[in-house]
């Protein structure tokens, strides 16, 4: 990761951050979105030295650009003039800063949030591609470390909704594509459908995450055929795969029956929309709680007229009946949480978080849930769980 180096004195109080802060070591301080106060603390950590992404700043660069443009203009010499474009100092061109997996996908989520609800069509393709091959390349190397992490994240709170929503779909959606054997072509089109197929509505999407009361009728009749507005969207920002585009017009009208012998676009459109059933149903909202992972997991096995559901079964044979960063209880009564899939659908790798007496364990303990003792009993709803969870310790498992 390319870090820049921002020079002394070159925010302002009161300005409205294009680009997020961080410390030397890629750490994110302050998010992008966010105003600059005149706080101790905000002050403080100014004067510490902030560092910003090299791909977040060209707003910076048009800023200066534009004071080069008005020293010129003054008449200025050419020492200070110079002095502009050297305060900008890469920290090292050639060093890459691992922030690890929790905080990457923070970041990713972070860049979802901000280039869904806000696209700009000068340089939206190319932000969209590098979130979505970046989102890609991680899953590839950890994808049960992942995927518990988002399933988890996304069980946890509501704010960036949009953001989370997406890359969990697309997390789901490329797993799935592999397990059912598709095509390259086919996987990168419901890749990119998944991360984009709500676009036309993200803001409304982290509007009704954090409103108190079910959608008004109004509300609900606003999001109808947002499929068709979203690629109607995401062709004018330069998107040009008809696979792509069609897969997003579809998503919310393909119907239950097998997989086979539908055009590509319907097949890939009738898991995506399962794909965000399930991402919805584990995902809390201020007007309902989250489900428990196996109910989440069964309604999608199931279809519209309750018979089994093809791209559902895909769902469930990819991520379990008990999902990957779901909360489940054992038979010894201990409390953990999934942390990688197991031999069966039914028979996960838990991580037991809370004893058989209800109190905190000071670490995970992996559980083989294959031996009797330590089989699944009950899945359970995340509010459930009165615990902070470290997952920092859950990835290094």
């Not at 060093?95 to 970041?107: F, H, P, S």
């Not at 992490?149 to 996304?154: E, G």
């Not at 997003?248 to 459109?269: F, M, T």
């Not at 949480?337 to 004893?355: C, D, N, Q, Y």
């Amino acid at each position: 990761m390319d870090l820049i180096q921002l020079p002394p004195n070159s925010l302002r109080v009161g300005q409205v951050l294009t680009f997020s802060l961080r410390d030397s070591s890629g750490k994110l301080l302050v998010a992008s979105g966010q105003t600059l106060s005149n706080a101790p603390q905000m002050q403080a950590l100014l004067a510490s030295g902030v560092w910003v992404l090299a791909h977040e700043t060209k707003e910076y660069h048009r800023a200066q650009a534009h004071k080069m443009d008005t020293l010129m203009h003054q008449g200025a010499n050419l020492g200070d003039i110079v002095k502009v474009q050297a305060d900008f100092i890469r920290q090292d061109r050639n060093k890459k800063v691992d922030l690890g997996e929790q905080a990457a996908w923070a970041d990713l989520q972070m860049h979802a949030h901000s280039l869904l609800r806000d696209p700009r069509t000068d340089d939206f393709r190319g932000r969209f591609q590098q979130l979505h091959n970046d989102a890609v390349a991680r899953l590839s190397n950890k994808p049960d470390a992942i995927l518990m992490l988002l399933i988890y994240d996304a069980s946890q709170g509501f704010e960036k909704y949009s953001g989370r929503h997406a890359l969990l779909c697309l997390a789901l959606a490329e797993l799935c594509a592999a397990k059912l054997g598709w095509p390259d072509d086919w996987r990168l089109a419901l890749t990119q459908a998944a991360l984009s197929m709500n676009i036309s509505i993200s803001a409304q999407q982290d509007r009704l995450a954090t409103q108190l009361e079910e959608p008004s009728h109004s509300q609900s009749q606003a999001l109808i055929s947002h499929g068709d507005r979203s690629a109607t969207l995401l062709t004018e920002l330069g998107a040009s795969s008809e696979l792509w585009l069609k897969t997003v017009c579809l998503h919310h009208d393909a119907g239950p029956g097998p997989l086979a012998g539908r055009a590509p676009a319907e097949q890939l459109a009738r898991l995506l929309r399962r794909i965000d059933m399930f991402a919805s149903r584990v995902s809390p909202r201020g007007s309902r709680k989250a489900q428990p992972g196996a109910m989440a997991a069964r309604a999608v096995f199931l279809d519209e007229l309750k018979q089994p559901d093809e791209a559902g079964a895909a769902i469930v044979k990819t991520i379990g009946l008990y999902p990957l960063g779901s909360l489940v209880r054992l038979a010894n009564g201990e409390v953990g949480i999934v942390f990688k899939r197991g031999h069966s659908a039914t028979e996960p790798m838990v991580a037991s978080l809370l004893g058989k007496s209800g109190n905190p364990l000071s670490e995970p303990v992996p559980r083989d849930t294959r031996l009797a003792a330590q089989a699944v009993s009950a899945s359970l709803a995340p509010h459930e769980l009165k615990l902070r969870v470290s997952m920092e310790k859950l990835l290094k498992l």
